[in-house]
Each structure stands twice: as structure tokens, then as C-alpha cells.
């Protein structure tokens, strides 16, 4: 599905609050939700594995020095008008501030990356088998 790997699970492919690191956990909580005599005909659950979204910066470097540079000129520039040109190596700077920014920003906002299905009586038989002893009064 996707090169990135899942860092958050849900059962919910519309979960608007991940928390769960792990997709065992994922499950745990929605299986806990689905009453015991149900296990056998559950189906198989879905489990979605969520990435962060990967941003992208649609503002050019140039773009973004050209208005400060025009902020500049509007309050302390030439008033006949005569405007700075912006360096290159301006430019050249932002083009790097612009690559750190995406580099080092953490999204919030998840998307599903991967889905998998599991058999709800057969991961409880495997991970909870202590789900399945009968209840004592």
C-alpha cells in the first residue's frame, strides 16, 4: 500500500484520536468492545495502520523573501519607488529554511498506510487466552 510504516493503529479507519503505538493494543481495545458470545461471529477486524502526513510546502523561496523584502521597502525603503532586489543568496537561504521546515515538522493530521485483517477468537486465543475462561460468580 505504502512505503511508510504505520506509527499509530485503530480499528477505526476514521479514528480522530490515535493513541495506540501498537497494533495489539488496537485490537485489544476493539475486541474489549464486542461482546464475548459475538467472538466466534465477529468476522474478521480490520486494524489500520496510520503515518503521519507528509506536508508539503507550496511557497517558494523567492516568494517568501520577496515579501519581506517588499514589507522592508514599504517602511524604510526609497519612497521614489527604487526597490531592493533581493540576493540570491537570499533566495538560496530560504530554499534551505523551507527544506529544514518540512524536514523537522511533525504533522498531527494521519492518514491509513496499511490494513490488515485478524480473526477476532483466534487473537484472543493467542494474545488474552485468559479472555476465554468462563466467568466465576
Known amino acids: 500500500m505504502s512505503e511508510r510504516k504505520p506509527v499509530l493503529w485503530s480499528c477505526d479507519q476514521d479514528c480522530?484520536?490515535?493513541?495506540?503505538?501498537?497494533?495489539?493494543?488496537?485490537?485489544?481495545?476493539?475486541?474489549?468492545?464486542?461482546?464475548?458470545?459475538e467472538w466466534r461471529d465477529a468476522g474478521p477486524l480490520a486494524v489500520y495502520g496510520y503515518a503521519r502526513m507528509v506536508p508539503t510546502i507550496t511557497a517558494a523561496p523567492a516568494d517568501l523573501v520577496e515579501s519581506v523584502y517588499e514589507n522592508l521597502d514599504e517602511e524604510f525603503g526609497d519612497p521614489e519607488g527604487n526597490?531592493?532586489?533581493?540576493?540570491?543568496?537570499?533566495?538560496?537561504?530560504?530554499?534551505?529554511?523551507?527544506?529544514?521546515?518540512?524536514e523537522?515538522?511533525?504533522?498531527?493530521?494521519?492518514?491509513?498506510?496499511?490494513?490488515?485483517?485478524?480473526?477476532?477468537?483466534?487473537w484472543v486465543k493467542e494474545h488474552e487466552p485468559s479472555w476465554l475462561k468462563e466467568p466465576t460468580s
Open 16 to 37: 480522530e484520536t490515535l493513541v495506540h503505538a501498537d497494533p495489539d493494543d488496537a485490537i485489544r481495545d476493539c475486541i474489549d468492545m464486542i461482546p464475548r458470545d
Open 83 to 102: 526597490f531592493t532586489v533581493v540576493p540570491s543568496e537570499v533566495v538560496s537561504a530560504a530554499a534551505l529554511v523551507l527544506a529544514l521546515i518540512k
Open 104 to 122: 523537522t515538522y511533525e504533522p498531527w493530521a494521519c492518514e491509513v498506510v496499511e490494513t490488515t485483517h485478524v480473526d477476532v477468537l483466534a
